[in-house]
């Protein structure tokens, strides 16, 4: 009898011979580098030649969505990871972009049957943005970067049978 797993299994996806984008906001420039810089550091330690890593910078997070779906059609890319930053203000403005972003990011991933992920923040000040662009809390455009390559990985063995 086959042992059913229970734990995640403790594998690193690779990227070599893997094609990605990261598209990627202006707005808040200096925190969003520092979320470029992560995610194509941890793509390329995992395997990605630069050849194989496109950035796309847009004005701001609502045309996240639009260029990663055209990343994908236009430059043929296996994965799209999403990076930019959003920190709240006085109004309602900060809801309606994070929760468009969101949307349109997962509408992207979901239409296209591709691999886009988000590591977009949505934080209610700069110092908040800081600590998650390399900071106490990690660089989330690296941990986007990450479960980018292992969910290719993670398709490309369900559709090989393997679980």
Request: proline residues 3%; aromatic residues 2%; contains cysteine.
């Amino acid at each position: 009898m086959r042992a059913v797993p229970t734990r995640p299994p403790e594998r690193e996806g690779r990227a070599e011979d893997r094609s990605f984008a990261v598209v990627a906001s202006r707005f808040n420039g200096a925190i969003v580098e520092k979320l470029v810089e992560g995610a194509v550091a941890t793509l390329a330690a995992r395997g990605a030649a630069a050849e194989d890593i496109h950035v796309v910078w847009v004005p701001g997070a609502l045309e996240i969505p639009l260029a990663a779906r055209r990343a994908l059609d236009v430059l043929g890319v296996e994965a799209v990871v999403c990076v930019g930053c959003v920190i709240q203000g006085g109004t309602d403005h900060y809801e309606h972009v994070c929760r468009a972003t969101v949307d349109g990011i997962l509408r992207v991933a979901l239409d296209q049957d591709a691999v886009v992920t988000n590591g977009v923040l949505t934080v209610s000040s700069a110092a908040q943005a800081a600590e998650r662009a390399g900071g106490a809390h990690g660089n989330k455009g690296a941990e986007a970067a990450a479960a980018a390559v292992d969910l290719l990985g993670e398709l490309q063995r369900l559709e090989e049978g393997e679980d």
